[in-house]
């Protein structure tokens, strides 16, 4: 039978070791014994740790004060672009391959060393330096998985400047809000890049968004060019505006292949990456660089037990944090060598996962349950045929809650019951993994369950008063005093970052996620408790998509919320109130779909749009999602009564008309 999440657990044994050499955590007792020191000291415990990277000590920094404030060795200065290839090179291993990048058309291969990537950052750094850039300021990056987006990331990185990477999945409009509130002069964009059988145009989408930038007095002075070999690209030279437009290729051909690093504080900005808050729009999330550069290493290190010589394989797009930290900068930091796939797990069969993993020998494999739910039943992956799990070792989910199904399937057919699962929690916020079961030789896992904390992290539960939850129990996920990765502010708003995560319960950083504490005091999580939705692992905003239906001129209101759905996890659904003397259609129902489609990406736009007379609210104007949530769940079937208490409604007959419109 397979386990469910509140069930009796059945145990999961880990099997024996099969690493060739001894794992970083080679028992429990390992793991108890640094996290105790991690707690108990924490300046010793990171320190020791930071020193294994190369720093300049000296610093005249003066942390800003505040009332939420974390600063990670603020006295010394160091770049965190050094630490992920110079260090590597200077101790000899210039020629280790940094990625097998591999393309989107099968056989389409690139390989990349640490030599070469470290050339073309320095080269980068030149041009971008050429273009005006200094430390601090901010260069958004909008490109698919390609060598040259890491590439990008570093050579900000390397000359102090703060990357901004823009899924290449956002629309025009998306993109210009990022511009604008960065206020970026520099834009890099990789003209068209293939993801499945779809050919898409980012350059045409980062031209329009340039011009939205410019009509709201944000004008982007320089945008960089890169070709993705075999795409197929639409625009030519005529395409490339003069005075604007540079082409990678010349630019970093031309430009100087030494590139003087920028030693930055240790608090300086690394980069920001904008994700969905609960309210209006999408925040700035600021990570600094030293505590980053630590944690983001480190993370990677236990939880993936990574040794040299292992491949890792991450299918996370740079664009979210996940590529972020476990593409570019804890694998690099870690001397690792790994696979960058440009597209789509099953293209152009459901087999490409595990044909890539097969090719290149992948010994750490890391993707979100979606992936995982997709992928089940569609293609076996070949160790299901022969019994063997290959090489792999480690396999890592993240992104959403997984469900035992898929956890299982991915443990007795992807892993063949010989890999840990690792199933990460943690947030663009947190920077690295907070909690997650580590790979230790004979840890009892248990299907969709995070764990426990990682080195640093105090995790605890609050009651709706604030007050800690001890033992067993359910309440909201925070987490005590700060960590190396945690957020320092929202891009230009600090007070909002200590509204939105420090205001309700000052002292604890709010997660925004539920969790339940077993009786062995691990952590289970059960979901957002704020209006955040997670489809296909992405995080959305429900306030973002409501914004979007509303700038429809028939929409006078909207409400979203999510329905499970079997493969992305949740779905969208849409209640729109049209305005008055407006017509529903099926054509209405097109266009108000294509507004969240321009305003944010596809992947925003509700799977269900549902004609809504009026909307559900309490007297003080609230809409009442919960109700929402039930219509939505139930469907047609849905009963009246299973709707719980509707006294409160201002108008509670809404409901009952509400119930009325299904598939009109
Ligand atoms: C890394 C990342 C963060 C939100 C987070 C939570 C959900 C992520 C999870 C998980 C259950 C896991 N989440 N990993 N829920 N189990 N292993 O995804 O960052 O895009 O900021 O999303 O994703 O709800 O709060 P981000």
């Known amino acids: 039978m397979a386990p469910t999440a509140c069930a009796p657990l059945p145990a999961q044994p880990v099997p024996p070791p099969v690493p060739p050499h001894e794992p970083h955590l080679p028992s429990l007792a390992a793991y108890h014994a640094l996290y105790a020191r991690s707690i108990a000291d924490p300046s010793a415990f990171w320190r020791d740790i930071a020193d294994e990277f190369t720093w300049h000590s000296k610093s005249n920094f003066d942390p800003a004060a505040g009332p939420v404030h974390v600063s990670f060795l603020p006295d010394r200065r160091t770049n965190v672009a050094y630490n992920a290839l110079d260090r590597w090179i200077s101790a000899g291993h210039g020629a280790r391959v940094a990625f097998y990048a591999e393309g989107n058309e099968p056989g389409r291969r690139r390989v990349v060393t640490y030599a070469d990537l470290a050339d073309s950052v320095a080269r980068m750094g030149n041009v971008l330096r050429a273009r005006g850039v200094r430390k601090g300021d901010v260069v958004v990056l909008y490109m698919p998985m390609v060598p040259e987006l890491p590439a990008a990331m570093l050579a900000c990185a390397r000359i102090g400047a703060v990357h901004s990477v823009v899924f290449g999945g956002f629309s025009s409009e998306a993109l210009a809000g990022r511009i604008v509130d960065s206020k970026a002069n520099v834009v890099v964009v990789t003209e068209a890049i293939g993801r499945g059988k779809k050919q898409i145009q980012l350059k045409a989408i980062a031209d329009r968004a340039l011009e939205i930038a410019e009509a709201a007095g944000h ?126 797990p099953n293209y152009p069969t459901p087999a490409r996962l595990w044909e890539i993993c097969e090719h290149y020998g992948v010994n750490q494999l890391y993707t979100a349950p979606t992936v995982i739910r997709a992928l089940k039943g569609a293609a076996p992956p070949p160790q299901a045929r022969d019994g063997k799990a290959e090489a792999l070792r480690v396999l890592g989910t993240v992104g959403e809650p997984i469900n035992p199904e898929a956890w299982m399937w991915y443990y007795e057919v992807v892993g063949a019951r010989r890999c840990a699962i690792v199933d990460t929690w943690w947030q663009t916020e947190t920077g690295g993994h907070a909690m997650t079961p580590l790979p230790i ?166 799977d269900a749009v549902h004609w809504a007379p009026a909307l559900p609210k309490t007297r003080s104007g609230k809409i009442m999602r919960r109700i929402l949530r039930k219509i939505a769940a139930g469907g ?23 119930l009325d419109t299904f598939g009109k």
Request: net charge negative; with cysteine; aromatic share 10%.
């Open 636 to 658: 047609a079937r849905t009963r009246r009564e299973d709707l719980g208490d509707t006294s409160t409604l201002t108008d509670p007959s809404v409901v009952d008309a509400l």
């Open 219 to 344: 004008r982007v002075e320089h945008q960089i060019v890169t070709k993705v070999p075999g795409a197929e690209s639409v625009s030519d030279e005529a395409c490339m505006v003069a005075g604007r437009d540079v082409d990678w290729d010349e630019a970093v051909r031309e430009a100087d292949a030494e590139c003087e690093v920028e030693w930055v504080e240790s608090e300086h900005p690394l980069f920001v990456l904008y994700t969905s808050g609960s309210t209006g729009k999408p925040k700035g999330v600021v990570h600094s660089t030293g505590g980053y550069m630590v944690y983001a290493a480190t993370t990677f290190k236990y939880t993936f037990d990574y040794h040299e010589g292992d491949v890792f394989f991450s299918t996370s797009d740079c664009g979210w944090i996940t590529g972020h930290s476990y593409v570019t900068y804890g694998p690099l930091l870690n001397g690792a060598t790994q696979v960058l796939y440009e597209g789509v």
């Open 441 to 606: 030789p004979g840890l009892q896992m248990k299907p969709g369950c995070a764990m426990m904390p990682f080195f640093g992290i105090q995790a605890a539960l609050l009651n709706g008063d604030g007050a800690e939850v001890e033992g067993e129990g359910e309440g909201l996920l925070v987490i005590k005093s700060g960590w190396p990765a945690a957020l320092r502010t929202v891009y230009g708003d600090h007070g909002r970052m200590e509204e939105a995560y420090f205001g309700r319960f000052p002292g604890y950083y709010m997660t925004g996620d539920g969790a339940r504490r077993d009786a062995d005091g691990h952590y289970w999580l059960t979901g957002r408790v704020d209006d955040i939705l997670n489809v296909s692992g992405h995080r959305i905003g429900t306030a973002e998509v409501e914004s979007a239906l509303v700038l429809h001129h028939a929409v006078a209101e909207a409400a979203v919320v999510s329905v499970g759905h079997a493969v992305k996890g949740e779905s969208l659904y849409a209640f729109v109130s049209l305005m008055g003397g407006v017509e529903a259609s099926g054509d209405l129902r097109a266009e108000i779909r294509a507004c969240v489609r321009n305003e944010i990406g596809a992947f925003a736009a509700p």
